[in-house]
């Protein structure tokens, strides 16, 4: 008997992914300081070297035995979770200390998280997508809940993993279903499976069942309306750059198994369901906007702000057009720097154990602390839309693809909308610069400054330069419909 | 047994197979439960007792047929006629059902416990996996009767027996795993094939670590068991009876019962394991002979470790809990895990066995007894030479 | 698989996933959880899938409701008072389960599983060794991903599970203190 190790190159993102999280996992349990600055630094560079080696291993090869591919998506989505990782752990490693955080399992947790997220992008399998998902949600719900002696925290984490198994659950049954049917797993036999049967004919029913409950999973990953319910109370009781993580990169992979499921398995019915994914798109992104007019909360309106943002998402989802596509990989990368800068704003507020949420907390913050105000307005400009921001370069495309594709309505409900979010993103800018308060002193946070002021950065360059990414996006895209 | 079935199916097309194969199961499982399982059980209580009456230098039971033999059954009916008790403050149904499921649970195992070469009542091709299966339903059945009695005593029991034998049971499965490994197959009846009637052809002599597997394996299975020196749920001492306090007359019986034919299980695994099961010399060609022969044979295997179960009991003291969930998790589970490396790398070096490593560690256990005995004896002499009594 | 096997067996399934739903007292409600899964392996012996019905015995009725039963028996939980649920709860739960059986059944009805045709079993189908081929090639990517999978769950589970350290060993140097 001998193993398939042909293309095995197709796995040493994976395993290194792994492999690094059990050595992190191991290192910790020495490490003497409680700080943990030096395992942050391990993971990130952990993190690099999955970007690096995935790069290297462009074109190594596309499948390993049916269930993963690297292909250009993958490489793309890799090296965008990475950087989002990279991120995550640079604002955890003085938010780590700050809010009492005495677990060194964080960093491996993020890092088997981000393996997990790896597995869910390149997989061309539902069990291993599903498998990947678990082991992302396994890690991500534990990090929520990190700290056991906060009431909220606590709450985030049963929420998110009492929601979270319910939806695993729909999705394992979705997937049932459409084994039942198809015979298969593998993304492409599905679709070639789906193809060759009347999948509207009324003996098809069980077909279109696991659609729908393979979709109701992927909402509640997502966040979108109905299933965000979860979202407000976990983004706000979670620690703030777990929060961070949660919005960007766990929602950047989930967008890239749903692209992959809906665009490659269900590539045949999706002509029939567009109307759904129009529905889902339009109520998300309104439910979203709207709620987050109402919050006086910044972790909580930016929950709200990233379940709108799911629904500009889906435009792009619906319209699944090449161009489409392209702006939807590119509006996460855009979407994710962005969102990290925000949170990481909010994390860098944090008082010892005591976070600053309220907008009125941050009155006065132009003139105090004017680099964070400057990134966080940056931050807030970038996710309400406005030129040259890479929000606004994203939501261009994104709405572009959308009405060449035909959606007029959907796109002009989206612009509606973005006009909409405005006046809440535009309220945090109000109180920042008019509005004063007194200054207090806070103790230096390198890391903390240094990526916050990176992913600003990196929001400008992304809007004033964006062909680069966009290539990428537009060549990572069409890798998964075209093939290679 | 199955042929048997089928052939009856055939003949009688009117009646659907699966009924009558049920049909013909349940008769079969009547028949081995009342001829085999319940006597084993009965009688293993009076030798139980007659073993410790003389390591204690007691006599034991004595009066019931010659030497006490008929003790089982007068207890048996005893019990039968005595009243059947539900306290008021249980939890009826479940307090009523608790030990049946206990019962079933151990009974269950002999559908795949090989009796002969031909002896046994369905050969899984999962039989070992099966046993551990079946078996570990025992703990439902002691976790109801705990905690329905509504009783400190009784719930006490009742989770020290699920803490054991939930524990347990993980080293014990993975000191199965060398010799699944060693055997290619899950099945009893395949896993004796694999062996031969000469002790160095045993599994237990295969490698060094198989031997190691196979003293945890006895150790994990008394545990399972629930045996002194693992006798935590029952513990007289401070849980007057544990899960079985409440319980009178027959349902208080099953439990034993349970326990005395659990221990025929456990030799019967170790020596269909690790000792060769039923392989005899084929000294003949009579096929009713030989099968006599391969049930004596690991009758007589089963029932050395049934004593040894015996002696153990009345030799040891029973262990706290701490240090049986530290003897489980710190030394078996690892230890376990060892063997389990050990044996498949084991097999890489020698794909077919080796001889030599085989006669030498006959020759060590063979020593090991040598001097176990010797030193029985001198001791024996010392306790007659200072003058205790009638040893 | 017999009918004469299926619906008996079917009948009790249900009857024990009914106690689930039904019993008021955990204890009982966990005990009907542990008959409903071990009925579960028996399908899965009659559909030729041996291993796995020993492993669903092991893993779910042996191990994991036990583990439950172990939780609820040390809480000891009272049974649960019924009317602290409003009555329109129950209603909505009995609406929305009907719902879902009349979807499923409709479906389940209308369709003819391509799986359903009486085809021959493929040569020591269930058994371990081709149990083990497969796991071993075609699937190696999610079988060691389930591994990573429990790890990761171990992991968690031992964070929060753990009990940390005393609050003073937590106050270490603390540079994150606000002026």
Same mark, same amino acid.
């Given at each position: 008997?001998?193993?398939?190790?042909?293309?095995?190159?197709?796995?040493?993102?994976?395993?290194?992914?792994?492999?690094?999280?059990?050595?992190?996992?191991?290192?910790?349990?020495?490490?003497?300081?409680?700080?943990?600055?030096?395992?942050?630094?391990?993971?990130?560079?952990?993190?690099?070297?999955?970007?690096?080696?995935?790069? =290297?291993?462009?074109?190594?090869?596309?499948?390993?035995?049916?269930?993963?591919?690297?292909?250009?998506?993958?490489?793309?989505?890799?090296?965008?979770?990475?950087?989002?990782?990279?991120?995550?752990?640079?604002?955890?490693?003085?938010?780590?200390?700050?809010?009492?955080?005495?677990?060194?399992?964080?960093?491996?947790?993020?890092?088997?998280?981000?393996?997990?997220? +790896?597995?869910?992008?390149?997989?061309?399998?539902?069990?291993?997508?599903? +498998?990947?998902?678990?082991?992302?949600?396994?890690?991500?719900?534990?990090?929520?809940?990190?700290?056991?002696?906060?009431?909220?925290?606590?709450?985030?984490?049963?929420?998110?993993?009492?929601?979270?198994?319910?939806?695993?659950?729909?999705? +394992?049954?979705?997937?049932?279903?459409?084994?039942?049917?198809?015979?298969?797993?593998?993304?492409? =036999?599905?679709?070639?499976?789906?193809?060759?049967?009347?999948?509207?004919?009324?003996?098809?029913?069980?077909?279109?069942?696991?659609?729908?409950?393979?979709?109701?999973?992927?909402?509640?990953?997502?966040?979108?309306?109905?299933?965000?319910?979860?979202?407000?109370?976990?983004?706000?009781?979670?620690?703030?750059?777990?929060?961070?993580?949660?919005?960007?990169?766990?929602?950047?992979?989930?967008?890239?198994?749903?692209?992959?499921?809906?665009?490659?398995?269900?590539?045949?019915?999706?002509?029939?369901?567009?109307?759904?994914?129009?529905?889902?798109?339009?109520?998300?992104?309104?439910?979203?906007?709207?709620?987050?007019?109402?919050?006086?909360?910044?972790?909580?309106?930016?929950?709200?702000?990233?379940?709108?943002?799911?629904?500009?998402?889906?435009?792009?989802?619906?319209?699944?057009?090449?161009?489409?596509?392209?702006?939807?990989?590119?509006?996460?990368?855009?979407?994710?720097?962005?969102?990290?800068?925000?949170?990481?704003?909010?994390?860098?507020?944090?008082?010892?154990?005591?976070?600053?949420?309220?907008?009125?907390?941050?009155?006065?913050?132009?003139?105090?602390?004017?680099?964070?105000?400057?990134?966080?307005?940056?931050?807030?400009?970038?996710?309400?839309?406005?030129?040259?921001?890479?929000?606004?370069?994203?939501?261009?495309?994104?709405?572009?693809?959308?009405?060449?594709?035909?959606?007029?309505?959907?796109?002009?409900?989206?612009?509606?909308?973005?006009?909409?979010?405005?006046?809440?993103?535009?309220?945090?800018?109000?109180?920042?610069?008019?509005?004063?308060?007194?200054?207090?002193?806070?103790?230096?946070?390198?890391?903390?400054?240094?990526?916050?002021?990176?992913?600003?950065?990196?929001?400008?360059?992304?809007?004033?330069?964006?062909?680069?990414?966009?290539?990428?996006?537009?060549?990572?895209?069409?890798?998964?419909?075209?093939?290679? | 047994?199955?042929?048997?079935? &089928?052939?009856?199916?055939?003949?009688?097309?009117?009646?659907?197979?699966?009924?009558?194969?049920?049909?013909?199961?349940?008769?079969?499982?009547?028949?081995?439960?009342?001829?085999?399982?319940?006597?084993?059980?009965?009688?293993?209580?009076?030798?139980?007792?007659?073993?410790?009456?003389?390591?204690?230098?007691?006599?034991?039971?004595?009066?019931?047929?010659?030497?006490?033999?008929?003790?089982?059954?007068?207890?048996?009916?005893?019990?039968?006629?005595?009243?059947?008790?539900?306290?008021?403050?249980?939890?009826?149904?479940?307090?009523?059902?608790?030990?049946?499921?206990?019962?079933?649970?151990?009974?269950?195992?002999?559908?795949?416990?090989?009796?002969?070469?031909?002896?046994?009542?369905?050969?899984? &091709?999962?039989?070992?996996?099966?046993?551990?299966?079946?078996?570990?339903?025992?703990?439902?059945?002691?976790?109801?009767? $705990?905690?329905?009695?509504?009783?400190?005593?009784?719930?006490?029991?009742?989770?020290?027996?699920?803490?054991?034998?939930?524990?347990?049971?993980?080293?014990?499965?993975?000191?199965?795993?060398?010799?699944?490994?060693?055997?290619?197959?899950?099945?009893?009846?395949?896993?004796?094939?694999?062996?031969?009637?000469?002790?160095?052809?045993?599994?237990?002599?295969? &490698?060094?670590?198989?031997?190691?597997?196979?003293?945890?394996?006895?150790?994990?299975?008394?545990?399972?068991?629930?045996?002194?020196?693992?006798?935590?749920?029952?513990?007289?001492?401070?849980?007057?009876?544990?899960?079985?306090?409440?319980?009178? $007359?027959?349902?208080?019986?099953?439990?034993?019962?349970?326990?005395?034919? &659990?221990?025929?299980?456990?030799?019967?695994?170790?020596?269909?394991?690790?000792?060769?099961?039923?392989?005899?010399?084929?000294?003949?060609?009579?096929?009713?002979?030989?099968?006599?022969?391969?049930?004596?044979?690991?009758?007589?295997?089963?029932?050395?470790?049934?004593?040894?179960?015996?002696?153990?009991?009345?030799?040891?003291?029973?262990?706290?809990?701490?240090?049986?969930?530290?003897?489980?998790?710190?030394?078996?589970?690892?230890?376990?895990?060892?063997?389990?490396?050990?044996?498949?790398?084991?097999?890489?070096?020698?794909?077919?066995?080796?001889?030599?490593?085989?006669?030498?560690?006959?020759?060590?256990?063979?020593?090991?007894?040598?001097?176990?005995?010797?030193?029985?004896?001198?001791?024996?002499?010392?306790?007659?030479?200072?003058?205790? $009594?009638?040893? | 698989?017999?009918?004469?096997?299926?619906?008996?067996?079917?009948?009790?399934?249900?009857?024990?996933?009914?106690?689930?739903?039904?019993?008021?007292?955990?204890?009982?409600?966990?005990?009907?959880?542990?008959?409903?899964?071990?009925?579960?392996?028996?399908?899965?012996?009659?559909?030729?899938?041996?291993?796995?019905?020993?492993?669903?015995?092991?893993?779910?009725?042996?191990?994991?409701?036990?583990?439950?039963?172990?939780?609820?028996?040390?809480?000891?939980?009272?049974?649960?008072?019924?009317?602290?649920?409003?009555?329109?709860?129950?209603?909505?739960?009995?609406?929305?389960?009907?719902?879902?059986?009349?979807?499923?059944?409709?479906?389940?009805?209308?369709?003819?599983?391509?799986?359903?045709?009486?085809?021959?079993?493929?040569?020591?189908?269930?058994?371990?060794?081709?149990?083990?081929?497969?796991?071993?090639?075609?699937?190696?990517?999610?079988?060691?991903?389930?591994?990573?999978?429990?790890?990761?769950?171990?992991?968690?589970?031992?964070?929060?599970?753990?009990?940390?350290?005393?609050?003073?060993?937590?106050?270490?140097?603390?540079?994150?203190?606000?002026?």
């Amino acid at each position: 008997m001998t193993l398939p190790i042909a293309n095995i190159e197709v796995l040493y993102p994976l395993m290194f992914a792994c492999a690094w999280g059990l050595l992190v996992l191991t290192v910790e349990m020495f490490s003497l300081s409680r700080r943990f600055v030096g395992i942050g630094w391990l993971s990130a560079l952990g993190l690099a070297a999955v970007a690096g080696i995935s790069l =290297s291993g462009q074109g190594a090869g596309e499948v390993f035995a049916g269930a993963v591919a690297l292909d250009a998506f993958s490489v793309y989505f890799y090296v965008l979770l990475s950087v989002l990782a990279i991120f995550a752990v640079f604002l955890s490693m003085d938010y780590v200390p700050l809010a009492g955080i005495i677990h060194g399992e964080f960093y491996p947790l993020i890092l088997f998280a981000v393996a997990g997220l +790896l597995v869910m992008v390149s997989a061309t399998d539902l069990i291993v997508m599903f +498998l990947g998902l678990e082991t992302m949600s396994m890690a991500v719900y534990v990090l929520a809940g990190i700290r056991k002696d906060e009431l909220r925290s606590n709450e985030a984490a049963l929420k998110y993993f009492l929601l979270g198994a319910f939806a695993s659950a729909l999705l +394992l049954y979705g997937i049932a279903l459409i084994y039942a049917i198809t015979g298969s797993t593998v993304l492409g =036999s599905v679709a070639n499976a789906i193809a060759s049967t009347d999948y509207l004919a009324a003996d098809s029913l069980v077909l279109m069942l696991g659609v729908g409950m393979l979709l109701a999973g992927f909402a509640f990953k997502i966040a979108a309306v109905p299933f965000h319910l979860w979202t407000p109370d976990v983004y706000e009781g979670a620690p703030t750059t777990v929060s961070a993580f949660m919005a960007t990169a766990v929602k950047a992979g989930a967008f890239a198994a749903l692209l992959r499921i809906v665009l490659v398995a269900l590539a045949p019915v999706m002509p029939d369901l567009s109307w759904l994914m129009w529905v889902l798109a339009a109520s998300t992104m309104t439910m979203g906007n709207f709620v987050a007019l109402r919050q006086t909360n910044v972790k909580r309106m930016l929950a709200y702000s990233s379940i709108a943002h799911t629904g500009y998402l889906l435009v792009g989802v619906t319209a699944a057009t090449a161009e489409a596509g392209a702006a939807v990989l590119y509006y996460l990368a855009a979407y994710g720097v962005m969102n990290i800068g925000a949170f990481g704003v909010l994390a860098a507020l944090t008082r010892r154990r005591h976070a600053l949420q309220e907008i009125s907390d941050f009155a006065g913050l132009g003139q105090n602390r004017p680099v964070l105000a400057l990134v966080m307005s940056i931050c807030m400009l970038s996710l309400m839309g406005m030129p040259p921001l890479a929000g606004f370069v994203g939501k261009f495309y994104l709405f572009t693809a959308a009405l060449e594709a035909g959606y007029t309505v959907l796109v002009v409900i989206a612009v509606l909308n973005s006009v909409v979010s405005a006046a809440y993103y535009l309220g945090v800018l109000r109180a920042m610069y008019f509005q004063s308060a007194d200054a207090e002193e806070y103790s230096p946070r390198p890391y903390l400054n240094f990526a916050v002021t990176a992913a600003a950065a990196v929001t400008v360059a992304l809007g004033l330069a964006p062909s680069p990414v966009m290539g990428a996006a537009s060549r990572a895209f069409s890798s998964i419909i075209l093939g290679p | 047994m199955l042929e048997f079935l &089928n052939g009856l199916a055939a003949a009688n097309p009117e009646v659907p197979g699966v009924l009558l194969r049920v049909a013909g199961m349940l008769a079969f499982g009547a028949l081995v439960v009342f001829v085999f399982i319940l006597p084993v059980a009965g009688i293993t209580s009076w030798v139980e007792r007659r073993v410790w009456a003389r390591i204690q230098s007691r006599i034991g039971p004595n009066r019931v047929g010659p030497g006490g033999f008929l003790q089982w059954l007068a207890d048996g009916l005893k019990n039968l006629l005595k009243e059947d008790v539900i306290p008021q403050a249980v939890d009826e149904p479940l307090f009523r059902i608790a030990p049946y499921l206990v019962v079933a649970g151990f009974v269950a195992a002999f559908v795949a416990i090989p009796f002969g070469g031909s002896l046994i009542i369905a050969d899984l &091709n999962i039989g070992i996996l099966y046993i551990t299966a079946i078996t570990s339903l025992v703990v439902v059945g002691i976790l109801m009767a $705990g905690w329905s009695s509504n009783n400190k005593w009784s719930m006490l029991g009742g989770i020290r027996s699920a803490t054991q034998i939930i524990s347990y049971e993980i080293p014990l499965g993975l000191t199965i795993f060398p010799v699944v490994l060693v055997s290619g197959t899950l099945s009893t009846q395949g896993i004796t094939a694999a062996q031969g009637w000469a002790p160095h052809t045993w599994h237990m002599f295969h &490698n060094p670590f198989l031997l190691v597997s196979f003293l945890l394996f006895f150790v994990c299975a008394l545990a399972e068991g629930n045996r002194t020196p693992f006798d935590l749920p029952e513990a007289e001492s401070e849980l007057v009876a544990g899960f079985a306090t409440e319980y009178s $007359g027959m349902r208080s019986l099953l439990f034993f019962l349970a326990e005395w034919g &659990n221990l025929y299980v456990i030799g019967a695994l170790v020596a269909t394991l690790f000792m060769g099961g039923w392989q005899v010399p084929r000294f003949t060609d009579d096929p009713t002979l030989l099968a006599v022969a391969q049930f004596f044979t690991i009758f007589l295997k089963a029932y050395f470790w049934v004593f040894v179960a015996m002696w153990v009991r009345a030799t040891l003291p029973r262990i706290r809990i701490d240090q049986l969930m530290a003897l489980c998790w710190k030394y078996l589970v690892p230890m376990a895990l060892l063997n389990t490396l050990g044996t498949a790398f084991f097999m890489v070096l020698f794909p077919e066995g080796s001889l030599v490593v085989r006669i030498a560690l006959v020759a060590v256990v063979l020593a090991i007894i040598f001097v176990f005995a010797r030193r029985v004896r001198f001791h024996l002499a010392r306790a007659r030479g200072l003058g205790y $009594g009638a040893v | 698989m017999s009918p004469y096997l299926f619906y008996p067996l079917a009948c009790l399934t249900i009857a024990g996933a009914l106690g689930v739903v039904l019993n008021n007292n955990p204890v009982r409600s966990a005990l009907s959880l542990v008959a409903t899964l071990f009925l579960l392996a028996v399908y899965y012996i009659a559909l030729q899938a041996h291993l796995v019905a020993a492993l669903q015995i092991i893993v779910y009725a042996g191990a994991v409701m036990v583990l439950f039963l172990f939780v609820i028996t040390l809480l000891n939980l009272s049974p649960d008072p019924a009317d602290r649920t409003s009555p329109l709860f129950g209603a909505a739960a009995l609406g929305s389960a009907l719902l879902l059986a009349v979807v499923l059944g409709r479906a389940l009805w209308a369709t003819t599983l391509p799986g359903a045709a009486n085809t021959p079993l493929p040569e020591g189908f269930g058994t371990t060794v081709v149990l083990a081929r497969q796991l071993f090639s075609e699937y190696l990517v999610a079988f060691e991903l389930t591994s990573i999978l429990l790890l990761v769950a171990v992991v968690g589970a031992v964070v929060l599970a753990k009990r940390d350290p005393s609050p003073a060993d937590m106050d270490a140097p603390a540079p994150g203190r606000e002026a």
